[in-house]
């Protein structure tokens, strides 16, 4: 079935009178007078929109035939091919699912490949595709600087500014970064995204940031097409709530106006380039052929709306713009347009047959070589006539038995000397040193250029490490409390973790997400701060899950991180037991069997704590306890009130929740046949689910339990006690599970 918007062009160009002059074939004149635009420049601009267009009708068509899976067009937006003229192939882009003329644009100016046949490859999920290996449709290309996006809301721009913030820091830190210094990193959204809160938040951080005199390259382009699927945008929305935000320069302009589009793109390039601040480019387009094949657009939209919007189209209106200046006759316009469509098909009839994913490891293959590569890693040697001089005295591993809070903060800072691209960052974490004092010091050590301060916004926070990762550094966020992530896991899930596997590992954002959490803390209670659910992390493909317990542990485990991170672009999430922070103590007050000596630097191999590796404690024959967090200190206390009753427990920590240790488990269980998963996370969607499941998966046979906090919010005060797991309820299972036995 044709589309109207084929035959009104076709129709439209056909009725036209050729006015070609003499001098036509002079393309390096303007377009128009006084333009900037040459008239090739003007060719150049309208091949990428041709190309656009006839993509989005072929899309349909291979759709039609069961052989296509993506009908989200451009038509209508092809005026964003002047973005990409105006800017640099070397600027990073994050495009908007409806910047097809801005791919084929920036393509062209870097040549080396078919851009067309890359689009139909993604629209076929063909293995061929040369970003996402048939993975997802994407508009991405490593040698074009384009890092793919698969989201439809605006979840790519907190890390677009991130990326725009690390094109300065990493000059400043003097490290290798992606990015040219003079580099503007752009990024493209459409009206509707822009309300949302990944949107509002990320535009919010640009602007506060240049407020402060960071420098922050980065023009955002708002693709304004008055509509969301089939919700309106209320007429001057975008220009009454963006056009006069002070701290961020607005552009706007008519994307059917070839000539303006280009100058006024040109100029907002230019601005953000020379000033390093960020600006809104607003980009008026219209939406052509609906929301996509599937969306039947005349159930909320007239029929004269609909072809209302036919002349607006911007490829007709370029296609006027040669004609009506006497530089192309309508029948060169009409050959022009069919050529592409010719060409368009050819590749579609060719790409429709090549294979496709044939089986769950070719799916897999991005985050099951990342994790083995990650699991592979091993932390970085140290220089110790350089650390000495950063440290002082006395090193770490010289100041004795340490708490899990020291631990964390000497292993921070030893990262940042080993790796001089790595930066930690988070609300109060630098002139404060974090609410509990993790942090403390690191600014004055390390410098202020990489131990900050962020604005109070985990979207923000992750955004930044994402674009700081893909940019060539190695960046150490901390979420104040487990709970404050909830509002921000999807910059982990939808846009941190995809990322390898949508970009077939191209594109890696490596990095480490601390977050204090769990319960049990003393006079600092409520949900907000004694969280205990982690859920959410356990089910992302492809991270790395860390939860330290002991100081000597803790340590470890973050350099095992850090390396993971850097030398594989893992996502790591490294859990902090809030509860054990400044714990001395295990069995008796004044004990201090919960303090660890710092691990030697010199033996580091040798102390090395792999991804996905156990820790056992004892040797106990008749039950293992499996365990995790605060949970390890609670169940060493009930191993030995269990000696007095003759059972002889080992304890097992597990310290990794992704991957689970499912090897090192499974040993310690066929050890005793009796294993209890103690969980202080819930019972629902907590950590023993998977424990349990994995256990019976691998075949064991023996007696198997759990024990899990209540499936509640944690309340202030001593009410927290009755719905958190407790030390009477491990012991009274763990006698059961004994003794029934």
């Given at each position: 079935?044709?589309?109207q918007?084929?035959d ?6 056909a009725?036209?009178?050729?006015t ?11 377009v ?17 929109q041709?190309?656009s267009r ?13 052989k ?7 038509s209508?937006h ?7 003229g ?10 908007h699912?409806?910047?097809?003329a ?20 993604g629209?076929v ?13 994407v508009f ?9 996006q698969?989201?439809?809301i605006?979840?790519h ?8 913030f ?10 290798l970064s ?5 580099a ?5 959204f459409?009206d ?21 005199g ?21 007429k ?12 961020l ?6 994307g059917?106006?070839?000539?303006m589009a280009?100058?006024t793109?040109?100029h ?9 601040k960020?600006?809104f480019?607003h980009?008026?387009?219209?939406r ?13 939209r007239t ?5 209302a919007?036919f ?8 296609a006027k ?25 050819a ?8 294979p496709q994913?044939?089986?769950?490891a070719?799916?897999m293959?991005?985050?099951t070589?990342?994790l083995?590569?990650a ?23 010289e100041?004795?038995?340490?708490t ?7 292993a921070l ?9 790595a ?11 974090g609410?509990?004092g ?6 004055k ?28 550094l190695l ?8 709970a404050y992530l909830?509002?921000?896991a999807?910059?982990?899930r ?19 997400v601390?977050?204090a ?10 949900h907000?701060?004694?969280d ?8 992302i ?13 803790a340590a ?7 390396a993971?991170?850097?030398?594989a672009?893992a ?6 037991p809030?509860?054990?922070?400044h ?7 004044g004990?201090?069997?919960?303090l ?15 991804i ?6 004892g ?5 293992t ?5 605060n949970?390890v ?5 009930v ?5 007095r ?7 097992v ?9 499912v090897?090192?488990?499974l040993?310690?269980?066929?050890a ?21 499941t994995?256990l ?8 198997l ?11 202030l005060?001593?009410?927290a006690?009755?719905?958190?797991l407790s030390e ?7 006698i059961?599970?004994v003794?029934?036995?």
């Amino acid at each position: 079935m044709a589309e109207q918007i084929d035959d009104h062009f076709t129709t439209t160009v056909a009725a036209m009178a050729d006015t070609t002059r003499p001098g036509a074939s002079d393309h390096d004149r303007p377009v128009e007078t006084a333009s900037s635009l040459s008239v090739q420049q003007t060719l150049d601009l309208f091949d990428s929109q041709l190309g656009s267009r006839h993509l989005d009708l072929v899309a349909r068509r291979l759709r039609a035939k069961g052989k296509g899976f993506y009908t989200i067009g451009s038509s209508g937006h092809e005026g964003n091919a002047v973005v990409a003229g105006a800017l640099r192939p070397t600027d990073p882009a994050l495009l908007h699912y409806r910047s097809g003329a801005f791919f084929l644009e920036r393509a062209r100016q870097v040549r080396g490949s078919n851009p067309l046949r890359d689009v139909l490859l993604g629209v076929v999920a063909a293995t061929e595709e040369p970003m996402s290996g048939g993975r997802h449709k994407v508009f991405g290309r490593h040698d074009l600087n384009i890092i793919p996006q698969t989201s439809t809301i605006a979840s790519h721009l907190p890390r677009a500014v991130g990326v725009a913030f690390s094109i300065a820091r990493a000059t400043k830190l003097n490290v290798l970064s992606a990015w040219p210094e003079d580099a503007v990193a752009v990024c493209s959204f459409g009206d509707a995204s822009a309300n949302h809160s990944t949107a509002v938040g990320a535009i919010n951080t640009a602007i506060h940031s240049a407020f402060q005199g960071l420098p922050l390259p980065l023009l955002v382009v708002c693709e304004d097409n008055g509509i969301g699927i089939s919700t309106k945008t209320p007429k001057g929305w975008i220009a009454a709530n963006f056009g006069n935000r002070e701290g961020l320069e607005y552009f706007t302009v008519d994307g059917s106006d070839l000539p303006m589009a280009y100058a006024t793109a040109k100029h907002a390039a230019d601005w953000v380039r020379g000033h390093r601040k960020p600006a809104f480019l607003h980009l008026r387009t219209v939406r052509l052929m609906g929301h996509a094949g599937s969306d039947f657009e005349a159930a909320y939209r007239t029929t004269s709306e609909i072809t209302a919007d036919f002349d607006r189209d911007p490829v007709l209106c370029t296609a006027k713009l040669l004609i009506e200046r006497g530089h192309l006759s309508p029948t060169d316009i009409l050959d022009l347009y069919e050529n592409k469509r010719a060409e368009v098909d050819a590749l579609a009839q060719e790409v429709g047959e090549l294979p496709q994913l044939d089986s769950p490891a070719a799916v897999m293959r991005p985050l099951t070589e990342g994790l083995d590569e990650a699991i592979d890693a091993e932390p970085r040697r140290t220089y110790p006539a350089r650390r000495a001089q950063i440290v002082g005295s006395p090193l770490p591993e010289e100041e004795g038995p340490l708490t899990v809070a020291l631990a964390i903060n000497r292993a921070l800072l030893d990262v940042l000397i080993e790796y001089p691209e790595a930066l930690v960052f988070g609300e109060d974490v630098a002139r404060k040193g974090g609410v509990y004092g993790v942090t403390r010091g690191l600014m004055k050590k390390a410098g202020s250029a990489r131990v900050f301060d962020t604005l109070l916004d985990e979207q923000a926070i992750l955004g930044l490490a994402l674009g700081a990762g893909v940019s060539g550094l190695l960046p150490f966020p901390e979420i104040q409390y487990l709970a404050y992530l909830h509002n921000a896991a999807d910059q982990i899930r939808g846009e941190g973790a995809t990322l390898q596997f949508f970009s077939d590992r191209q594109y890696r954002n490596p990095m480490v997400v601390r977050v204090a959490g769990y319960g049990y803390q003393k006079g600092f209670g409520g949900h907000f701060h004694n969280d205990n659910a982690v859920a959410a992390l356990r089910d992302i493909p492809g991270i790395v899950v860390a939860s330290p317990a002991r100081p000597d542990d803790a340590a470890a485990m973050m350099h095992t991180c850090a390396a993971a991170a850097r030398t594989a672009g893992a996502l790591c999430v490294y859990l902090e037991p809030i509860a054990l922070y400044h714990t001395r103590d295990l069995y008796e007050d004044g004990d201090e069997r919960w303090l660890a000596a710092y691990p030697d630097p010199a033996k580091r191999t040798e102390n090395h704590v792999p991804i996905g590796s156990a820790r056992t404690y004892g040797d106990g024959t008749d039950l293992t306890i499996v365990t995790f967090g605060n949970g390890v200190r609670m169940s060493l206390r009930v191993a030995r009130r269990l000696e007095r009753a003759n059972i002889a427990a080992r304890v097992v920590d597990m310290r990794w929740l992704a991957p689970l240790p499912v090897s090192d488990i499974l040993r310690e269980a066929n050890a005793t046949g009796r294993v209890l998963v103690v969980d202080e996370t819930r019972s629902s969607g907590g950590v023993a689910e998977g424990v349990v499941t994995a256990l019976i998966d691998e075949g064991f046979t023996g007696r198997l339990a759990r024990v899990a906090s209540e499936d509640s919010f944690i309340p202030l005060g001593d009410a927290a006690l009755e719905v958190l797991l407790s030390e009477d309820t491990i012991e009274a299972a763990a006698i059961k599970l004994v003794q029934v036995s």
